[in-house]
Each structure stands twice: as C-alpha cells, then as structure tokens.
C-alpha cells in the first residue's frame, strides 16, 4: 500500500500498520457519518446514494454507522490517521463538494425568526433567557450531543477534508457574501478552545459568537434554536471531546451585516418528553423540510406546503410526508413510519431510494426508537395536505 512509500519508517512495524489501518478504518467511517449528513437542502450528492439505496436497511455500510460513536477512540489517533489520509486518500465521500452548493436556501429558511435587534448585543441576556441557570462548566453530555449532531447532519459544513477534522475553511458563498466555516475543533488558538459551552448553545441558538459576531445563515441556527438547552449543552461537550486541530479560517467578507435573531419561542431547558412536542423538535433541527418543503423564489420555504414533497436536484422528488392518504403517508401506521426511518423500508416492503436512503444511512437510522416513534407521531399530527410533489 502507499503508506509504505511515505512512511517508510512504518513498514517495520507491521503490526502497527495494521492496528493503525484498523483505526483509518473507523475513522474513515467516522467521517462518513459525521461528515455527510448535513446537507440535506441540496442533496447534490443524491445519485451516488442511489446505488447504495439497499444499504439503508442491514447492510455494512449502515450497520457501521455507528462507528460515529468511537469517535474518542479514533480521535486519540488522528494525527497518525491524518497523516495516512494522505496516503491512503480517504474519502469521506461528497460533503466538502455539497458545501460549495449549500448557500441558498437554508439560509433564507430563516427570515421568519428576524425580529429584535438590541437584546442581542449581550450575549449573556439571551443566554439566561434560555434557561442556562445551572449550566456549570461540563454540564453537557458529550455521548448524547454526538448523537444529536449527527441527527442534525454531523456538522458537515465544517469538515476539513485535508486535515480530516472538523477544523473548518470551506467556503460559502451567497447573497451575503463570502464566509468560511469556521474551525470548530477545540484549538485554543483558531478553533474553539476558548469557548464555554454556553457559548457554544448560544452560537446554535442564536447565531452569535462570543465576541458578538452575527453569523450568516448558511449556519442553520434557526433551525437549531428548536434544539434544547441541555442538548446544545452536549453538543459543546460532544465538540470539546474532539482532538484539537491547528487550522486559522479566513475571515469573512459579508455584503451586509446579517440580521440578528431572537430564537421564538426561546429553546426549551430539556428535550420536551411529549412524543409529538419531541417529534416537532427533532424534524426541525434534523431540517426534513430541507428537503420536503418546497421553496418560493426567494428561497424561503413555502409553508402553506410544508413537509408537502418538493423538486429536489438531479431530478429528485421528495415524498409528501403530511398524513394525506392519497399523496402522502395518510396510510402509514406511526410504526411504520418509524420502522422506516431507521430501517428505509416502506409498508410494501421496498426501500428507500436517493437522498433519504442516504440520510437514513448517515443519520436517521441512529434515531432511538423512543424518537423515531416521537417523529411519526409528530407526523401524523400536522394537517394533510392534498398535493401532488411528482404533478408540479
Ligand atoms: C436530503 C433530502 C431529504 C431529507 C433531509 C429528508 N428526506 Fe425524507 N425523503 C427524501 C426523498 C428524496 C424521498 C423519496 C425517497 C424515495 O423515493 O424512495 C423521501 C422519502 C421520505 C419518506 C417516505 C415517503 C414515501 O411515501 O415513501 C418519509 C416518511 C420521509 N422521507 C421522512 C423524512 C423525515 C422525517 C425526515 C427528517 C427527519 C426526512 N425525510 C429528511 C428526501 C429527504
């Protein structure tokens, strides 16, 4: 293999090749998962997912997934691993190509939310209007914040795919201008070391940094302002569990200042244990309307047919997802549909097929069965709507 050209000093040690190799090999799945999920608004990368449609019931490639839970493992490694990166060009697959494309319409997602301005210079008042009281240092659970990242897309956005972290430098461009994901690996210095996690739940609620930077909206904390307090809390910690990664971004260049945002309502303390309340929150911050939700022109969402279908690229069409019996999943028992989420297999016993069968691959079959059921019953109870995504 390669690694022996370029790191001869390795080729002795070939046990140590090989348990390195091992570890490449988690980690490579690691990126896969982590890496891949989040960009649901322009599934570019659909085709290729189409192949591996089957995969989303039992095969490797899902049963692997949860790899993503090694992280620390591969972690400790990654200095090793990112040097047989080189190597070995480990691919992790689309998601540096799908951010390039990532501009348009998440960001505009978010216009319902623009409201207040002054309040949100402090960023400690918006913080203790989240009910961040007894956050101490380490409050966040970082098990649980893995999985709710990964739920949400990984944070794809910000995987290096040079340096194999997610230590940030891929470029955004839309009408606000250009900006650069930034290093959210905990490097003191050009990462996020510094921050709190406190800072990192307000970041994701409200889309302001520590030193009171307005984020533009390519970053989806609209949708993420539907995430819990405690869970952003264990997202940070999920993050600060990351090896540290050396990588300065440039600095952005924006038209024009974006828009402050007030998260309404405020994200609650926990997760709401309610099974539709639940299956709400989840749908918003895994952001299925990325995808089903057709777009005005403006690139907002058109919410008179949320969750309706929606043309997607590459020909793609998402399904009707509202309870409608003659275009959507009226028909579907609550188990079904959480059966299929996890699994991507339909009632009728077929499968998934595109960009959700790669969703569900990269994330959704991670949901707990407890939230799977808690998405079904939350889409059972939104409004039918009776309209035909493949008649536009
Ligand atoms: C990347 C785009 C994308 C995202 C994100 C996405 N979906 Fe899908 N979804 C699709 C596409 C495309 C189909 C049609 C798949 C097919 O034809 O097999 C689909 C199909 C489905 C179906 C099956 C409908 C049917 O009639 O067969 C359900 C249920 C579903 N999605 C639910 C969800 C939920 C819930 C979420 C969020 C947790 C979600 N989807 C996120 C693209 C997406």
Not at 315 to 325: F, H, R, Y
Request: glycine content about 8%; proline content about 8%; aromatic content about 6%.
């Amino acid at each position: 293999m390669h690694l022996m050209q370029y790191r001869p000093d390795l080729v002795h040690k070939g046990t140590r090749v090989a348990f390195l190799c091992s570890l490449l090999v988690i980690f490579t799945l690691l990126l896969a998962a982590c890496g891949g999920g989040g960009e649901e608004p322009q599934p570019t990368e659909a085709p290729p997912a189409a192949t591996e449609a089957p995969a989303a019931t039992d095969t490797p490639a899902a049963t692997e997934a949860p790899a993503a839970t090694e992280t620390p493992a591969a972690g400790e490694e990654i200095t090793e691993t990112a040097e047989m990166t080189e190597t070995e060009a480990v691919s992790p697959t689309e998601e540096v190509t799908a951010t390039e494309e990532m501009t348009s319409t998440e960001e505009m997602t978010g216009t319902e939310g623009m409201t207040g301005t002054e309040e949100m210079t402090s960023t400690e008042e918006v913080t203790s209007t989240e009910g961040v009281t007894e956050a101490a240092a380490g409050a966040g659970d970082a098990a649980n914040g893995e999985y709710i990242a990964t739920l949400t897309g990984g944070c794809g956005c910000h995987f290096n795919r040079d340096l194999g972290a997610l230590a940030g430098g891929n470029k955004f461009e839309g009408p606000y201008g250009v900006v650069y994901a930034p290093n959210i690996t905990p490097d003191p210095e050009t990462g996020i070391g510094n921050w709190s996690e406190e800072d990192v739940a307000h970041v994701l609620h409200t889309g302001v940094t520590p030193d009171g930077t307005q984020l533009v909206r390519a970053m989806p904390y609209v949708a993420f302002s539907a995430m819990s307090n405690q869970e952003a809390l264990d997202v940070a910690a999920y993050l600060f569990s990351l090896e540290p990664v050396a990588n300065q971004v440039e600095a952005r260049a924006v038209t024009t200042e974006p828009e402050p945002f007030t998260p309404d309502p405020a994200p609650p303390a926990e997760a709401p244990t309610d099974p539709v309340a639940r299956g709400q929150e989840l749908v918003t911050i895994a952001r299925c309307g990325g995808c089903h939700t057709p777009t005005n022109e403006d690139g907002t969402p058109n919410m008179d047919l949320y969750l309706a279908g929606a043309p997607l690229q590459e020909d793609e069409i998402s399904a009707n997802i509202t309870p409608s019996e003659e275009f959507g999943i009226g028909s579907w028992s609550e188990e079904e549909i959480a059966h299929y989420l996890q699994t991507g297999e339909r009632p009728d016993g077929s499968l998934a097929q595109g960009s959700m069968a790669q969703q569900i691959e990269r994330r959704f079959h991670l949901l707990t069965d407890t939230d799977a059921a808690a998405v079904a019953a939350y889409l059972k109870s939104i409004p039918a709507i009776e309209h035909d995504p493949y008649a536009d």
